[in-house]
């Protein structure tokens, strides 16, 4: 049996598979930004915050990170809506990839923070530095330093886990190889490209994390 490879529908369809390139790019580079954002937070009140907050946080960590970022998506998408709150596929993939991101960075970010040397926390005491102050100005930068080859590979993953977003229509790349597959039946075509547009992403962001870790960690760039 032979197969005949088709991409003559490239051309033709080309605005739909860079429509979902875009949505992906973006959905990657808001929920990184806010994700990361709330996985310091997190990982800031587990290590050094208040006490009454950390089981709060504790039971966020433990709730996302042993349940499917499918679930979770469903959950923010559908579930949201019966208690009032109405967003649309974008903003619920976007919640959903910041919500999974913050768990899983704030554990990988307190794993740096808790290999920093006690003497640097007494100097920032010796200079009459709040916690949170010593936190920022001392703590944070080297701990990011120490993970952040680990913290770059989940970033990358949460990229990838992103093709499940289109389960709830958000026009993303897996969207498009879906619409396509549907219109010209060409599966093999269509997903083979989706899967060649996923390795080029997940490539170029490791260098760009890369890129944006040199620039953060200069004295360890130049070592």
């Known amino acids: ?49 208040p006490r ?13 990170r042993n349940t499917p970022f499918l679930i979770q998506l469903f959950f923010i998408f559908f579930g949201l809506p019966s208690l009032g709150v109405q967003m649309t596929e974008f903003q619920a993939a976007v919640l959903a990839m910041v919500i999974n991101l913050g768990a899983y960075s704030g554990e990988i970010i307190r794993a740096g923070i808790e290999a920093t040397p006690r003497g640097q926390f007494e100097a920032g005491a010796s200079l009459a530095m709040t916690r949170f102050e010593t936190f920022r100005h001392v703590v944070l930068i080297p701990s990011l330093q120490r993970i952040w080859p680990a913290l770059s590979s989940q970033i990358v993953i949460v990229m990838l886990g992103s093709a499940v977003v289109s389960q709830i229509a958000a026009e993303d790349i897996t969207f498009a190889a879906n619409f396509i597959q549907s219109r010209t039946f060409r599966a093999f075509e269509s997903y083979f490209l989706t899967t060649g547009l996923y390795l080029l992403l997940a490539l170029a962001l490791r260098q760009a994390l890369r890129g944006v870790g040199m620039l953060l960690f200069p004295r360890r760039a130049a070592r």
């Open 52 to 64: 009454w907050l950390r089981p709060p946080v504790v039971a966020y960590v433990e709730l996302i």
């Open 1 to 49: 049996m032979t197969y005949r490879f088709d991409y003559s529908w490239i051309a033709e369809y080309w605005p739909v598979i860079l429509k979902g390139l875009v949505t992906t790019v973006e959905l990657t580079l808001i929920g990184t930004l806010f994700g990361v954002a709330l996985g310091i937070a997190c990982a800031w009140t587990r290590s050094l915050g």
